[in-house]
């Protein structure tokens, strides 16, 4: 069983920069794409950026491309989201998540392509 806990999130102005954090437990952390995701009241959760095992490999949404940062440390058993030019409308709670299935790396967007989930922290930009 893999546990996966966020913290770093809470309240910005517009123009702020935050730095999500999600701690995963697990021996293989090196191996498996993770992935960052945000839901906002009423809406969907949707895709904010990917990382491949090594970490050499990066995707992002369009909507957060510029401003938004991925990376991970392997030893640490830790993925990261720098935020920089927050906006109100990146409010939402943000979801870290890891994709156990397969090793290989392609823009794995989808939600229902990640295996296992964080509780979630809420970032909420005020303008």
């Known amino acids: 069983q893999v546990h996966l806990v966020e913290s770093g999130g809470g309240l910005v102005q517009a123009g702020g920069s935050l730095r999500l954090s999600c701690a995963a437990s697990g021996r293989t952390f090196s191996t498996y794409v993770m992935g960052w995701f945000r839901q906002a009241p009423g809406k969907e959760r949707e895709f904010v950026a990917t990382i491949s095992g090594s970490g050499g490999l990066t995707g992002y949404a369009d909507s957060v491309k510029g401003r938004f940062t991925i990376s991970r440390d392997n030893a640490k058993n830790t993925v990261y989201l720098q935020m920089n030019s927050l906006l109100p409308e990146d409010t939402a709670v943000y979801y870290c998540?890891?994709?156990?299935?397969?090793?290989?790396?392609?823009?794995?967007?989808?939600?229902?392509?990640?295996?296992?989930w964080g509780q979630g922290t809420q970032v909420t930009v005020s303008s």
């Open positions: 998540a890891q994709r156990t299935r397969s090793s290989d790396f392609q823009w794995y967007t989808n939600i229902h392509e990640y295996d296992y």
